[in-house]
């Protein structure tokens, strides 16, 4: 069977709620492997809410539906506060990125709590600022930023993470509506560890499935090489 871009492959799918630490309750998602425990966790940080970003934002949609079954990976998707999806609305309001670092601890504390293995956090355009702002947590291994704008993010951000160490590695569309490859390259020089990875005939939202595949497999391949490169095709059920 031809993975398409609706396919959905078995996993273990459970509704989650996030608590921050200013009382708000935040709706998500926790997708594993069926049979088997994840060798790995992405925290999904998604794009603009007031611009239509939400967990369902159709990368992070299809990441959950494919990677539990096709490299072992655990995903965990929320909607920041505000933000509502077809699994629901999380509570307050659009906090402009400050606020949402509450939202984000929220998120490591349910991957800390539910003993989830090596987290890698996965932020796709505004998402990208909230993992370079907030992201710099002891149990995160690394970061794989899509489309970021670097709007939000300053210097002293990118100098945060380049005293953290950690790897980061941004996934750059060539034609991009905010930040393209060469830029990308030169703003992300003040990390030493990050990586600018330019994909040809790309743009910001990462429409089609072929651009789907290039970020998917990107993703594995640095957080579980072991399953890369991913399948076009899987067995029949």
């Not at 307050?92 to 601890?105: I, K, N, Q, S, T």
Request: proline letters at 8%.
């Amino acid at each position: 069977m031809e993975i398409r871009a609706s396919t959905v492959l078995p996993a273990r799918r459970e509704p989650i709620e996030l608590h921050t630490g200013d009382g708000l309750k935040l709706v998500g998602e926790l997708a594993l492997p069926a049979d088997r425990p994840p060798v790995a966790t992405l925290i999904c940080l998604h794009p603009l809410p007031t611009h239509g970003g939400m967990m369902d934002s159709h990368v992070f949609k299809k990441a959950s539906n494919r990677l539990p079954a096709l490299a072992d990976l655990g995903l965990l998707r929320f909607n920041t506060r505000g933000t509502t999806s077809e699994r629901g609305t999380s509570e307050g309001a659009f906090g402009g990125g400050e606020a949402e670092r509450l939202d984000v601890a929220a998120a490591l504390e349910c991957a800390d709590f539910n003993d989830l293995p090596r987290v890698w956090l996965v932020g796709w355009s505004f998402g990208t600022e909230l993992a370079l702002k907030w992201g710099r947590d002891p149990l995160v291994e690394g970061a794989i930023l899509l489309s970021p704008p670097l709007h939000r993010t300053t210097d002293a951000d990118l100098d945060g993470w380049a005293e953290f160490g950690r790897p980061l590695i941004a996934l750059v569309p060539e034609f991009d509506d905010y930040l393209r490859p060469e830029e990308a390259r030169e703003r992300f020089a003040r990390v030493p560890q990050a990586e600018v990875v330019g994909v040809d005939g790309a743009k910001h939202l990462w429409v089609g499935e072929p651009y789907v595949r290039i970020v998917l497999n990107e993703i594995v391949r640095r957080v579980n090489p072991a399953a890369h490169p991913l399948p076009t095709e899987v067995a029949d059920s």
